[in-house]
């Protein structure tokens, strides 16, 4: 002991510290090879001093006998020492500290207790104010025994010249000591300047008071002499009682050896009455323990699991059976021959046990499985699965056996888990297939099939009109292309044009995509439950919970466990994780047909019509939300989650589809054309989605699409526009971004604002410059002499002398006008509206004013600045056109009012 401490108080020399006391440890455990380390506690040399506690660990002994701080911790973390026994049977004992726990084991009791006393004793003096540790299972007179024992052995081992620690505690004067010194020290102020003088004064009151002494001695004479007799007496007195103390010694030195051995023999017999007395105790505690009833060995061989009584027994028996089985027995009683057949029974019972709850579980499994008494669905919309209520509740009793299989045997355990999930697989699978089919057919039946043919406008199947226009061809654009072209030579206003997609696809009250969507609900609202209280019962039936999962977190260590709030939060989310995988596991491994159902689902959907995946996106957006707000790493969130990212993509798609669809429509040759059928189809694809994506989380999705249609709708209008050859380009550009921005005012989107302003200024664009185009010269000798005027202005010519030009006289600008009076306007008017008729749809008479508006506001710009130049150039002539501002207002509305009758 004294070498380990030398060397380790080496280790602690340099740093400026000294070693206080010291242990050689274990870590707690039964291993046949313990790593011995070890726990100091010093104090610095430096003041203030501060008291530490290290834990050291020794180094590879090839190496000699070196060592190394593990860890260093301030004496004032240490919140708690527990001695684990108060019988002070044990030599485990922890340090509480207050970031961690330091568990160990001396190597004997007499070390222990000496280590935790100097310990008590190092912290009374360390701390002074700061609270102390509390010191818990501890014996107090082991506190005080260790105390005097470190006491004793520091001076028993400073006499014998062998000291652990020269630098121990030194010995304070005491107050009386200091009060004197002080006194002494103010009487003499001067000792410290002048020793010689000090020692001086001290000599002579030294010499005062021997010789009052002298004095003193002399004056009591007397009594000395009396004194002296009753000594001589005493001896005497003394001397006498000796002979007699002499004379009992002979007398009792025979009593003697008989009364010792008699003590060692009395003192044999209470040692071993104590032994038996211990020993009948441990025994008795150990049948106790190890006692299994009768009626439980019983149940465990022979007891009923089909009955409830029997199930009750078996639950009760194994429990007592698992509990006998986990005692933990003294050291050496294990190897008792009782307790070893003991032992050998309880392996027998739960091997068998186990093997019988095995079988008899496999079997129910396997009979649920091969079970399938679902009824075929007749009529259309009575879509429902079968419910397992009856299984689970009949299944639930065997749990808290399930439980205890897995601590007996959880090889078994995991087999049975696996039989389980195969069975019901093949019930699940046998069932969900069945109930798809029936909604497949109820589809059928309620004349789907006839809708979608109504929809491309043939009586073609859905296989035959595939093969016609091929995949990428939008379903509602092909079956309305008769209609959309006949409408090029009718006039619609835009509440007629707009006719609703819902309305053309099906005749029935309601549209085919609410029905499907209404199903597609249905079907989900069908399986979701499903799902789910099978997971529920999953988590009771087979213990799925953080109870039944390991704390240990990967790389960690049970030595020191981090009992701080982080690190039990940390295992607590790691612990939650763990069961929600297990459960995720066994729910895909039973429900493995559930997503390709649903996969094949969504493609019957979009077979049946491209617009039943704007349902679909929305329906199982709204229970993919709501199954994660439930349980985000749930199976039903992870297969709704798989499925929308399918349909995403059909949903983009379909989107792209349309897109292709706009931009390879190619305007017929030879024909004349008003809005064109895309933008009437992209009117209707917006009235659908808005109906099917109002308030809906995916709205994101639907915008985005709107966006790259509407660039695909403002780049097919400019290119048809070009290549138009029996209407005028800006006519097919303004009629279409007219109507197109008439549409998004009408469905407000805010996604589009952007893209509305843009229709909207191409359509400005597009009149403008058609105005311009159509008006031309309406009084084409009048523009051409007026352009010539300008001309001349910008070579350099003032105003005032233009009328001085032989080309541009007075007589000339007269002869001009003359060529154009009001009723020569007014019939170049009337043939200008009528060609604004031709060119523009029919029955679109707002349209048409609205040009015709335009037409009149240029006219009169083109007269006001004929007049200007009329003013400047030719000034006091009183010449003046042979019409006026009011008679041009007159004629644009008498020609619009007529055409209206």
Not at 390 to 403: A, M
Not at 498 to 510: D, G, K, Q, W
Not at 789 to 796: H, L, P, S, Y
Not at 822 to 846: C, F, M, P, Q, V
């Amino acid at each position: 002991m004294a070498d380990y401490k030398s060397n380790l108080r080496e280790l602690f020399t340099p740093n400026n510290e000294r070693l206080l006391a010291a242990i050689q440890i274990t870590k707690g455990g039964s291993g046949k090879k313990k790593k011995l380390s070890y726990i100091c506690v010093s104090v610095t040399l430096t003041k203030p001093a501060s008291a530490m506690i290290s834990k050291i660990k020794k180094q590879d002994e090839r190496k000699g006998d070196q060592y190394k701080k593990q860890k260093v911790y301030d004496l004032k973390e240490l919140r708690q020492v527990n001695g684990k026994s108060t019988t002070g049977s044990s030599t485990e004992f922890d340090l509480v500290l207050e970031k961690t726990i330091i568990r160990a084991a001396a190597l004997t009791l007499t070390e222990k207790h000496t280590f935790l006393g100097q310990l008590h004793k190092i912290c009374n003096r360390y701390l002074g104010p700061t609270p102390q540790p509390e010191f818990l299972n501890i014996p107090t007179n082991y506190l005080e025994v260790a105390y005097s024992n470190m006491e004793h052995i520091r001076n028993s081992s400073n006499q014998g010249g062998h000291d652990e620690d020269k630098g121990g505690d030194y010995h304070a004067i005491t107050e009386q000591e200091e009060s004197d010194l002080d006194r002494m020290m103010k009487e003499c102020d001067f000792a410290i300047s002048d020793a010689e003088k000090f020692v001086s004064s001290l000599s002579k009151d030294l010499n005062v008071l021997d010789g009052q002494n002298i004095h003193s001695i002399m004056g009591s004479e007397s009594q000395v002499n009396s004194l002296m007799l009753l000594l001589d007496k005493a001896l005497g007195e003394v001397t006498s009682i000796e002979t007699q103390l002499d004379e009992y010694d002979l007398m009792m030195g025979g009593i003697a050896s008989q009364m010792g051995q008699m003590k060692n023999q009395e003192s044999f017999i209470q040692i071993t009455n104590t032994n038996h007395v211990r020993l009948l105790d441990e025994l008795d505690t150990v049948v106790m323990q190890l006692d299994l009833s009768k009626g439980h060995i019983k149940a465990l061989r022979e007891g009923d699991l089909s009955t409830d009584s029997g199930i009750e027994a078996c639950t009760s028996a194994a429990e007592a059976l698992q509990q006998a089985m986990e005692v933990e027995l003294p050291h050496g009683l294990s190897q008792l021959q009782a307790v070893v057949e003991q032992q050998k029974l309880f392996a027998e019972l739960r091997q068998r046990f186990a093997k019988r709850l095995f079988d008899f579980l496999g079997q129910v499994f396997l009979k649920q499985g091969n079970e399938n008494s679902i009824p075929t669905i007749k009529e259309p919309g009575d879509l429902k699965l079968p419910k397992h209520f009856n299984y689970h509740r009949n299944l639930l009793p065997y749990r808290h056996l399930l439980l205890w299989l897995k601590k007996a045997d959880k090889t078994k355990h995991t087999e049975l888990s696996t039989c389980y999930t195969k069975s019901l697989n093949r019930l699940y699978t046998n069932e969900i297939k069945d109930f798809m089919t029936n909604v497949k057919t109820s589809f059928m039946e309620q004349g789907f099939s006839s809708s979608i043919k109504n929809l491309s406008g043939s009586q073609t199947s859905l296989k035959e009109k595939n093969k016609k226009f091929g995949s990428t061809q939008s379903l509602a654009f092909k079956g309305m292309g008769k209609k959309l072209k006949a409408g090029f030579k009718n006039k619609n206003n835009l509440r007629g044009s707009r006719e609703s997609l819902a309305s053309r696809i099906s005749e029935n009250e309601v549209p085919s995509y609410k029905r499907f969507s209404t199903t597609f609900r249905e079907v989900l609202a069908e399986m979701e439950p499903v799902c789910q209280e099978e997971e529920v019962f999953l988590v009771r039936f087979f213990n799925l919970n953080v109870d039944s999962v390991d704390t240990m977190m990967p790389g960690g260590s049970d030595d020191e466990l981090d009992d701080s709030p982080k690190g039990v939060e940390e295992r607590k989310k790691y612990q939650e994780a763990q069961v929600t995988k297990e459960i995720r596991l066994m729910m895909t491994e039973i429900f493995t047909v559930v997503e390709n159902e649903l996969a094949q689902l969504i493609l019957f959907g979009k077979e049946l019509d491209q617009y039943n995946t704007l349902n679909m996106l929305v329906v199982i957006g709204q229970r993919v939300d709501y199954a994660r707000q439930q349980s985000d790493g749930s199976f039903l969130a992870k297969v709704l989650g798989s499925s929308l990212v399918k349909v995403k993509t059909n949903f983009d798609d379909f989107s792209a589809r349309k897109i292709k669809d706009i931009d390879d429509w190619n305007l017929p040759k030879g024909k004349k054309c008003g809005v064109l059928p895309f933008v009437l189809d992209f009117e209707n694809f917006l009235e659908l989605s808005e109906n099917i994506f109002r308030d809906s989380s995916r709205r994101s999705h639907i915008d985005k699409a709107y966006k790259y249609m509407m660039q695909a709708v403002i780049r097919a209008i400019g290119r048809n526009a070009s290549e138009s050859q029996k209407t005028p380009a800006e006519v097919v550009e303004f009629q279409n971004y007219h109507h197109l921005n008439a549409c998004l005012a009408s469905f407000k989107i805010a996604a589009l604002d952007q893209e509305r302003k843009e229709v909207k200024n191409l359509y400005n664009d597009a009149v403008h410059r058609y105005v311009n185009s159509m008006m031309g010269r309406p009084m084409e000798k009048l523009s051409n002499f007026f352009e010539g005027v300008k001309m001349i202005m910008e070579g350099g010519v003032r105003a005032e002398e233009v009328g001085y030009q032989l080309k541009f006289s007075k007589q000339e600008l007269r002869r001009c006008i003359k060529e154009y009076s009001g009723k020569d306007i007014k019939k170049g008017l009337e043939s200008l509206y009528h060609k604004i008729e031709k060119h523009t749809a029919e029955n679109d008479n707002r349209l048409q004013q609205v040009v015709w508006q335009f037409m009149q506001e240029e006219f009169i710009s083109q007269y006001k600045h004929y007049e200007d130049l009329i003013t400047r150039c030719y000034p006091d002539s009183s010449i003046r056109l042979e019409f006026t501002i009011k008679d041009v207002l007159d004629y644009f509305t008498n020609i619009a009012m007529s055409q209206k009758a």
